[in-house]
């Protein structure tokens, strides 16, 4: 789920970009030099907008907010069935599986639960969606291997469903993977949540929504680097600024070797906007990005930023072709790179996915959808 900007006007560009739209999801053209890797970064979509309860009980009375809220999360929940992850597990493993990227990091990864609303935790699960793309890779005969889980927000609460008022239950899960078999070395991996999130008070408790990233120290052929995940806050750059720079400071740190991000960084370099009340821009985290900590925006080194807009669509991804093709338009899905004299990486080529009509999935009661609410980004480089 994503900052979404609709209406900007993209005419210049516009029959460049429709090369992208509309083009297929294939192996691009070009020589890769010894020791190149491909990564990608992956919105999987969660399936719904998460902040569709919390908007429902805003300037509520406290006597009103828990039926708004239950409305609301019912409704949310309903929208999970009709996005259907398992067919649109397919489709992303289609992309995948197409280009081949060695190492991935996806984001928004959820698993769904459900169960009595007894004041226990739920556990029966309804989506994993992590399992479901696993799965779905191997029976497409590119299996993957997970390299690191970070677990993030676990949130749940009441909602109506078949069975009646249940508790449901949304785990949040940013992922790194690696294909099995290639030639990619992992030789050490964590994670960590960002201290900087946005306080909320539901029902009179504070909360608070956790994001968080992953890295992998690997090796390709003669060469290592540090290979990091993470997902940005979207609804406040304040604090996806915050977190950026946490990331900075900490697991995007390391001297004397080379650093590949990817991300969902909910920051569109070329949107200026504030919030009311923020003190950074919507390009802000993007820019301590690649300015402060150095880092090299890896598809600007490959291809004008018109031709790499990666959001977004509707919170059904039913999107018409002609609607995901106004929709899509800005860039905030990113691989970064920097060496470890603090120059950028040579990138080969790089590739969006998740664009082309013809990769949505078979008619559903809500019609055909997109993989996800973002396009992937397929970049290989020289570590």
Not at 58 to 81: C, H, K, M, S, W
Not at 98 to 120: F, I, N, Y
Request: glycine content about 10%; charged content about 20%; overall charge neutral.
């Amino acid at each position: 789920m994503t900052h979404v900007r609709k209406g900007r006007a993209r005419w210049i560009v516009a029959a460049l970009a429709a090369l992208m739209v509309l083009g297929g999801v294939a192996a691009p053209a070009g020589a890769n030099g010894g020791d190149s890797v491909t990564v990608m970064t992956r919105n999987v979509y969660l399936g719904g907008d998460i902040t569709r309860p919390l908007t429902a009980i805003q300037g509520l009375p406290p006597e009103q907010q828990g039926p708004a809220f239950v409305a609301a999360n019912t409704t949310l929940r309903a929208i999970v069935d009709q996005t259907n992850f398992p067919l649109r597990s397919q489709r992303l493993a289609h992309e995948i599986a197409t280009l081949k990227p060695d190492l991935v990091g996806l984001q928004e990864v959820a698993l769904w639960r459900s169960g009595p609303l007894d004041g226990r935790p739920a556990t029966t699960v309804d989506y994993d969606f992590l399992q479901s793309l696993l799965d779905d890779l191997a029976a497409l005969g590119e299996p993957y291997d997970v390299v690191h889980v970070q677990q993030e927000s676990d949130v749940s609460g009441p909602a109506v469903r078949a069975a009646g008022l249940q508790n449901i239950r949304l785990t949040m899960r940013d992922v790194a993977l690696k294909r099995a078999g290639a030639g990619v070395r992992v030789l050490a991996s964590g994670g960590g949540n960002y201290a900087a999130r946005i306080p909320l008070v539901v029902a009179g408790q504070s909360l608070s929504f956790i994001r968080g990233y992953n890295w992998a120290d690997v090796r390709v052929g003669s060469k290592e680097f540090r290979f990091i995940n993470t997902h940005l806050e979207s609804q406040l750059s304040d604090v996806a600024y915050a977190q950026a720079a946490e990331l900075l400071a900490g697991a995007a740190a390391p001297a004397r070797k080379p650093v590949v991000v990817v991300c969902d960084c909910n920051s569109d370099p070329l949107d200026a906007s504030r919030k009311p009340g923020e003190r950074y821009a919507h390009q802000d985290p993007y820019l301590l990005i690649t300015r402060t900590g150095g880092f090299a925006d890896a598809w600007l080194r490959f291809a004008p930023a018109a031709l790499g807009f990666t959001s977004g669509l509707s919170e059904l991804v039913n999107d018409t072709p002609a609607q995901a093709f106004a929709a899509f338009d800005h860039r905030i899905d990113m691989v970064f790179g920097r060496d470890a004299d603090g120059s950028s990486l040579p990138v080969n080529w790089g590739w969006v996915t998740g664009r082309n009509p013809l990769n949505r999935t078979p008619t559903t009661p809500i019609g055909r959808l997109w993989p996800s609410d973002h396009a992937g980004v397929v970049i290989n480089l020289q570590p």
